[in-house]
Structures are given as structure tokens and as C-alpha cells.
């Protein structure tokens, strides 16, 4: 996915207590601002980031604040507990 400067990405609603959710954030492209309460984070090109859904709740924000898109991958793992 593109985001384009002033665009920001919400978190996906996690599905809490079915198992280990994480997401995997990778910057092809460009650079991306991680916020989750005080904390900040720049993600550069090349950078990876993985998100915890169960211990963030679905709690932070990305967005990109510069003059040019950023390009992301964005890939959902979840690992489901056996019955």
C-alpha cells in the first residue's frame, strides 16, 4: 500500500484472545512515523516493525509526515490456540 504525505493508517481491529496476533509492518519506500501513547518511532526505508495486537490494543497510529508517498507492506500473522 501507498500512503501519501498527511495520510495516516489506523490499527485493524485485533482479535483479542484467540491466540498471538502480530502484525508486520515493512517501509519499502520512503519513511513512516509509529505512535503508540508517548512512544514515537520514524520508520525508514527498509525498516520493519512488528505490532502486537493483544498487548497494544489496537492502541497506536501510523502516518507518514513527509513530502513524499511511503510505500508499506503490511502482513497479518495470527497463530490460533489448538482446541
Same mark, same amino acid.
Given at each position: 500500500?501507498? =500512503?501519501?504525505? #498527511?495520510? $495516516? &493508517?489506523?490499527?485493524?481491529? *485485533?482479535?483479542?484472545?484467540?491466540?498471538?496476533? %502480530?502484525?508486520?509492518?515493512?517501509?519499502?519506500?520512503?519513511?513512516?512515523?509509529?505512535?503508540?501513547?508517548?512512544?514515537?518511532?520514524? =520508520?525508514?526505508? #527498509?525498516? $520493519? &516493525?512488528?505490532?502486537?495486537? *493483544?498487548?497494544?490494543?489496537?492502541?497506536?497510529? %501510523?502516518?507518514?509526515?513527509?513530502?513524499?508517498?511511503?510505500?508499506?507492506?503490511?502482513?497479518?500473522?495470527?497463530?490460533?490456540?489448538?482446541?
Amino acid at each position: 500500500m501507498t =500512503l501519501s504525505k #498527511g495520510s $495516516v &493508517l489506523h490499527p485493524r481491529k *485485533g482479535n483479542y484472545g484467540a491466540g498471538l496476533e %502480530l502484525e508486520i509492518i515493512y517501509c519499502a519506500a520512503g519513511r513512516l512515523t509509529f505512535r503508540y501513547g508517548e512512544t514515537e518511532e520514524r =520508520l525508514d526505508q #527498509g525498516d $520493519v &516493525l512488528a505490532i502486537d495486537h *493483544g498487548l497494544m490494543n489496537s492502541r497506536y497510529r %501510523l502516518s507518514n509526515e513527509e513530502d513524499q508517498p511511503c510505500d508499506l507492506v503490511v502482513t497479518l500473522i495470527r497463530s490460533v490456540p489448538p482446541c
